[in-house]
């Protein structure tokens, strides 16, 4: 088995292909490995790849676009009968379906849809709040 090729990259573009997308990364001349530059166009590979953020590190996704994971998180919950269970016993929720958790979770936050959560920054750190709660009571 021959040794991972490791490098740094920044991506320039996408675009799609008739044999799938294209993803075009630029690395510096001093990243670049010499058994990559030997290998044949057509080259095979399997790739692993971890977004960096400004401190070096590998960044979590939601910190990146912590408005859409919200939508997306708010989404999930409302289909969870735990958390309509969690909901129910603290008396906020009567009825313990999608639907009723869905109103109930757009009024508590005072937004319309959920959707709101990729741009109301106060709900969406009210709705992080309850969210970290249940979390807790679930862990118990």
């Known amino acids: ?3 991972p090729i490791q490098f740094e990259a920044i991506k320039t573009a996408l675009k799609q292909s008739k044999e799938g997308y294209v993803l075009t990364l630029a690395i510096h001349p001093d990243e670049i490995n010499d058994d990559l530059m030997r290998d ?3 080259s095979r590979y399997v790739v692993v790849m971890v977004r960096l953020g400004d401190n070096e590190q590998p960044m ?3 910190d990146a676009f912590p408005g859409d994971m919200a939508v997306k998180i ?3 919950l409302c289909r ?3 958390f309509w269970y969690w909901l129910h016993r603290k008396e906020w929720l009567f009825e313990q379906n999608e639907a009723a958790c869905t109103d109930w979770l757009c009024s508590y936050l005072d937004i319309e849809s959920r959707k709101e ?3 109301n920054e106060s709900a969406r750190n009210l709705f992080n709040r309850l969210r970290e709660s249940f ?3 679930r862990k118990e």
């Open 1 to 3: 088995m021959s040794e």
């Open 40 to 42: 044949f166009i057509g």
């Open 60 to 62: 979590e996704r939601e």
């Open 74 to 76: 708010a989404g999930m």
């Open 80 to 82: 969870d009968k735990e």
């Open 117 to 119: 959560l990729k741009t």
């Open 135 to 137: 979390e807790h009571w």
